[in-house]
């Protein structure tokens, strides 16, 4: 099973891989980088911020020597800020533990903050050629549909299952090879939607193919549970142009990134209510102006889906103990959310104030 599985697919990638700028790498940090910014980005806009971070960070010691708000301020627009933070806090362990030097065995990487099985397979395998095979997304999809495997690919039991299949066909002569082939395979031609089944090098052995079950492949059993949450942006703006930030903490989305003052409401308030809220008080004096709301924003999450609003306000002071302030023309030098950013290219603040 193993050879002509593995023949086909290395022959299949050496004629149609694409030329990515991490491919050929074997230098396990600049591997470790690009797989973390792959994880839940599209390799065409990976790659722009891949190619910064190399440049601006060229050694894991470099990063590890960064402060967080710059390696977030890099980070900004990619979303899912824990990587970004999970990569710094790693890179201060491979200077402290390691030298700078990234660790070399499997069972050290994995033991790396933020690395699952999956990147602890890929860094050894690329940058070490270690016999581990790397099962992604992409992977669990071409698998089940060759194989014709049921089992939901989010259960403990076809984790364990996909793994051990994984590792079956895994050609150990060769696994830096095998696995980056694998993983094309199933991301450039076992697509999701619409495979061209009928040209694929597979198709006399896929038992999906052979159903007619490839739209019924891979199985997940789970739904995820979505849940609406309705944020209103305060962008209070005192008579000096200074602008009340803050930075969030608590173990939500984005944490570390900078925001306007928000006020959460459970459902959609009016703008009345909202100047009326406790939490509005507390920020602004009696006498003040609202200078724009903005238009409404719909921003989606894995797990959430966001409704923003943001209104801009011109108050004679600003009444603010703990948050950070900034001159507006400084906004560039925080690192925003995605949301954030978008209302900020959609309206001139200096204009407006
Ligand atoms: S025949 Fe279709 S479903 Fe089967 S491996 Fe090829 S592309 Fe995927």
Not at 32 to 61: C, D, H, R
Not at 77 to 106: C, D, E, Q
Not at 116 to 132: E, K
Not at 327 to 346: G, Q
Request: glycine residues 4%; positive net charge; proline residues 3%.
């Amino acid at each position: 099973m193993e050879s002509w599985f593995s023949k086909g697919l290395t022959k299949w990638y050496k004629q149609n891989k694409r030329d990515l700028p991490w491919r050929s790498e074997t230098d396990p940090y600049k591997i470790w980088l690009s797989e973390i910014i792959l994880q839940q980005t599209q390799v065409a806009q990976g790659t722009s911020y891949y190619l910064k971070f190399i440049a601006k960070y060229p050694k894991a010691g470099n990063l590890a020597s960064a402060n967080e708000d710059e390696v977030l301020k890099l980070w900004q627009g990619l979303g899912y800020y824990s990587r970004a933070r999970n990569l710094h806090a790693t890179a201060k362990i491979i200077k402290s533990n390691y030298a700078g030097v990234f660790p070399s065995t499997y069972e050290e990487i994995r033991a790396l903050k933020g690395i699952g099985d999956y990147t602890a397979s890929a860094i050894s395998s690329f940058a070490y050629n270690l016999p581990f095979a790397v099962v992604d997304g992409n992977v669990y999809r071409l698998l089940s549909r060759l194989f014709g495997i049921d089992t939901p690919i989010d259960s403990g039991v076809g984790k364990k299952e996909f793994q051990a299949l994984a590792n079956e066909l895994l050609d150990k002569k060769n696994p830096a090879e095998h696995n980056q082939a694998i993983m094309e395979f199933g991301s450039q031609f076992c697509k999701p939607n619409n495979p061209d089944c009928e040209n694929c090098i597979f198709n006399s052995k896929c038992l999906a193919f052979k159903t007619n079950r490839v739209k019924e492949l891979p199985i997940k059993s789970k739904k995820i549970k979505i849940s609406n949450r309705f944020l209103n942006y305060v962008v209070i703006v005192d008579k000096n142009n200074n602008v009340l930030l803050n930075k969030r903490a608590e173990s939500d989305i984005w944490k570390g990134l900078y925001e306007f003052y928000l006020i959460e409401s459970k459902k959609e308030i009016s703008i009345d209510k909202l100047f009326k809220t406790p939490e509005f008080n507390k920020i602004a004096t009696s006498k003040f102006k609202l200078l724009h709301s903005s238009k409404n924003y719909k921003h989606i999450l894995s797990h959430q889906h966001l409704y923003a609003k943001f209104y801009v306000i011109k108050a004679a002071s600003i009444i603010s103990n703990t948050l950070t302030t900034s001159k507006i023309n400084n906004l560039n030098n925080f690192a925003f959310s995605r949301l954030t950013e978008k209302f900020l290219n959609d309206c001139d603040l200096k204009e407006i104030v």
